[in-house]
C-alpha cells in the first residue's frame, strides 16, 4: 500500500530517527489510521497515531491511541 504524502510528513520526525515503517492499522469511523512501527524494541509510551479523514490529518495519543490499536490487533 502507498503512504499517503500527509502521514508520511506527519511521521518526518521518527522516519528521520529511528529504523522502521509506517504501517497502516485500519479505518475506524471514516478514519484511515497508521502508526510508525520500529524495527528495534524499546519503550516509548503511548504511541502517536495518525489519521486522514477526508483528505484531512487527525492525530491522537494516549489511551485514545490504544484502543484504536487494540480494534486492529
Do not use: C, Q
Request: hydrophobic share 40%.
Amino acid at each position: 500500500m502507498k503512504i499517503p504524502s500527509i502521514i508520511k510528513e506527519a511521521f518526518s520526525f521518527e522516519i528521520a530517527n529511528f529504523k522502521g515503517h509506517i504501517k497502516r492499522l485500519g479505518e475506524k469511523d471514516g478514519v484511515e489510521w497508521f502508526v510508525f512501527s520500529h524495527d528495534e524494541e524499546f519503550e516509548i509510551g503511548f504511541p502517536t497515531l495518525y489519521g486522514l479523514e477526508n483528505g484531512k490529518l487527525k492525530e491522537t495519543h494516549g489511551f485514545e491511541s490504544l484502543e484504536i490499536i487494540d480494534l486492529f490487533v
